[in-house]
């Protein structure tokens, strides 16, 4: 079972990681599987363990307006917060290209919980570094213009897992311009508006038959957002 591939698993001592991993089961999701649901009863956690892929969380509405929430690749957990409250999903996990899981019983995994210090730590850490995410949106919708929102959206995902290209920092997943309006809850039509106006100016290069996102020029990104 791959746990050392998860940061979080792989610094618990051998004892708990073994109980965790004596538990997990390896899963090989196709493209386009719903991992859960939101409102879900929440059974499992999960770890992304493999593949060029990864699994994006969000929301969609009763009119099919939708909300990206997160993006998950190789290394992270998802699924944490309905095991520790043991209440519903809080949102909507859906695969995106190949990517293998490890899920593990939400039982198993709050056991090791209640017994592992360093698991309650790197939980808390991660639960934390996603807290000061969700309240920079919240802060952004609040009071920033659609294009800081967006500017500031593209550089996270650029500088969490870009690839560094002669052209600039390209963005790791493939980006259409429905799913960055899902990222602000906003229309392509003004995703397309600010995106033509950033590649007019040399800010970005998008490639729109691939959904390759490059950021040419991530000083003046950085300096758009202030």
């Given amino acids: 079972m791959s746990l050392a591939t998860v940061p979080m698993l792989a610094a618990l001592p051998q004892l708990y990681r073994d109980r965790l991993a004596r538990w997990a089961t390896e899963l090989a999701p196709p493209d386009g599987t719903q991992v859960f649901t939101q409102l879900d009863p929440a059974d499992a956690i999960f770890a992304i363990v493999g593949g060029d892929g990864h699994v994006r969380a969000g929301s969609v509405d009763s009119h099919g307006k939708s909300l990206m929430v997160e993006v998950f690749r ?75 929102r967006l500017a500031r959206q593209v550089l996270y995902l650029a500088e969490r897992e870009g690839r560094q290209t002669e052209q600039g920092l390209r963005v790791a997943i493939r980006l259409r311009q429905g799913d960055l309006a899902d990222l602000l809850g906003t229309t392509s039509r003004s995703i397309i508006t600010i995106l033509n106006s950033w590649r007019a100016t040399g800010l970005v290069a998008y490639d729109t038959e691939r959904a390759f996102l490059t950021l040419r020029d991530q000083a003046a990104l950085r300096a758009l957002i202030g």
Avoid at 90 to 114: D, K, M, Y
Avoid at 122 to 147: C, I, P, V
């Fill in 74 to 148: 190789q290394g992270d957990i998802f699924g944490e917060v309905g095991v520790i409250d043991g209440d519903y999903r809080t949102a909507t996990a859906v695969v995106h290209g190949r990517v293998r899981l490890i899920r593990i019983p939400a039982a198993i995994f709050l056991e090791v919980l209640s017994q592992c210090p360093e698991l309650g730590l790197g939980l808390t850490r991660l639960l934390t570094n996603r807290l000061r995410r969700t309240y920079s949106l919240l802060q952004d919708a609040s009071f920033e213009t659609l294009e800081v």
